[in-house]
């Protein structure tokens, strides 16, 4: 069964520093996710993409973020200049197209920055 | 676990018996529901979706029921098995949005 996959599974960084998570998402769905846990709080929703561009973002995702697609097969979440509250579970998820609004998502990447 | 729980509210069952998972969601406009089982380690996994013109939906061994009156989701798992023990989240959609909001989550502890 196809599933997300995400790399790395954890990653430990220093403040100030730029992360990149990468994320493989489902090969015949269109639409990609990122979404954080924050350790003890709910699933937050990033930012949506679709058709190479950003169809929604939330407040959390501010100019330190970005997403990219940068092949036709990887997606990938880039954090410029890490701060300690970034420290979360990053899952990427994948859709297959609007109407149908399953979303499938990794396994995620734990990022601690220090 | 990864969705870690310490502040979660735990829903404790013997092997064998029927579970429900309560939610409450946020938004009338939603129009789409999804339930979600995350187990220690790996990311939320799909189990059961509800649109809002349905009150019931039934999967294998879970049924999920939508009262839209009072904005109110819950999960049935029948005969839970100690592999059902993990967090689970119900998650919103608003039409066109396409962004999930997800509740605060619910521990389900399976004892034999």
């Known amino acids: 069964e196809p599933e997300v996959t995400q790399t790395p599974s954890h990653q430990v960084t220093q403040m100030g520093q730029e992360v990149i998570l990468r994320c493989v998402p489902i090969s015949n769905h269109l639409y990609f996710y990122w979404y954080r846990q924050i350790l003890g709080q709910k699933v937050e929703f990033l930012v949506s993409f679709y058709n190479n561009e950003i169809s929604e973002k939330s407040e959390i995702f501010d100019d330190q973020f970005s997403v990219e697609r940068p092949d036709g097969s990887n997606f990938t979440l880039k954090i410029r200049s890490t701060k300690l509250e970034d420290s979360a579970m990053y899952f990427c998820a994948s859709g297959v197209r609007e109407g149908q609004e399953t979303q499938y998502f990794g396994p995620g990447t734990r990022l601690l920055v220090l | 676990g990864e969705s870690v729980g310490l502040h979660l509210p735990t829903l404790s069952v013997q092997e064998g018996d029927n579970s429900i998972i309560n939610c409450a969601y946020s938004n009338s406009a939603s129009d789409y529901f999804i339930w979600y089982k995350q187990e220690s380690g790996k990311g939320p996994q799909f189990i059961i979706d509800?649109?809002?013109?349905?009150d019931k939906r039934q999967g294998q061994r879970v049924t999920v029921l939508l009262n839209k009156t009072v904005k109110h989701l819950s999960l049935q798992i029948a005969a839970t098995q100690p592999g059902d023990s993990a967090v689970y989240f119900c998650?919103?959609?608003?039409?066109?949005?396409?962004?999930?909001?997800f509740g605060a989550g619910t521990r389900l502890a399976v004892h034999p």
């Open positions: 998650a919103e959609n608003i039409g066109g949005y396409n962004k999930l909001i």
């Open positions: 509800i649109r809002s013109n349905m």
